[in-house]
């Protein structure tokens, strides 16, 4: 009786199980696709658990809380921007600014972010703050700063015109469109936001 040469493989009853990084990377991603679908009041831990393909223990044992679970996934998920635009105005290089910024709110993470936003009361939303600040103001400040300065320095802003307040502008009236009335950016309101406010207020 003729026998194989090969020596019987045996079968794969199930995937290898992740650890590490590659767990957690998976927990968080579950968690800001639950955050952008179902919202704050709507995530649990166990439909992260869920879409991760893991355990409710093993969601747990990393974040004892679903507030400490979504800070996490806002801090992985949120961009790290590079540089400025740089289109050689400062009218043109905020624009652009503003348009990108949009992309972000409109992102998977800014969507989460969003429904924290939203839903959250304010006891809960103070959890929050640092990663709203570090995440999402103290960069979008930055880089507008950089192209005020660079407005500066080739004579379109006055001098001093790198002011916190005058920077805290953009940032702010993105927050109160979201937070206070629910409501987006067009191009033309963008247009008019930079001709009539910032503009204005850069003039030398």
Avoid at 185 to 198: C, G, H, Q, S, Y
Wanted: a neutral charge.
């Amino acid at each position: 009786m003729a026998t194989s040469r090969w020596p019987a493989v045996p079968a794969r009853t199930a995937s290898a199980r992740r650890r590490g990084p590659v767990l957690e990377r998976a927990i968080l991603d579950a968690a800001l696709e639950q955050l952008s679908t179902v919202g704050w009041s709507g995530l649990t831990m166990e439909g992260v658990a869920a879409g991760a393909q893991t355990g409710k223990a093993a969601v747990y044992r990393r974040w004892p809380s679903k507030e400490d679970l979504v800070v996490d996934a806002l801090r992985a998920g949120l961009p790290r921007p590079d540089s400025p635009p740089d289109r050689g105005s400062v009218r043109e290089d905020l624009l652009q600014l503003c348009k990108e910024m949009r992309v972000t709110m409109f992102s998977r993470t800014g969507f989460a972010l969003r429904a924290v936003l939203h839903e959250c009361d304010t006891a809960t939303a103070e959890r929050f703050h640092d990663v709203i600040f570090q995440g999402v103001i103290e960069p979008s400040v930055h880089l507008i700063k950089e192209v005020i300065r660079r407005g500066v320095e080739r004579g379109e802003v006055r001098s001093g015109g790198v002011d916190a307040y005058v920077c805290d502008v953009i940032p702010a009236m993105f927050m109160y469109r979201s937070k206070v009335c629910g409501s987006e950016w067009t191009d033309e309101e963008f247009e008019a936001l930079i001709d009539r406010v910032m503009v204005p207020m850069l003039r030398p």
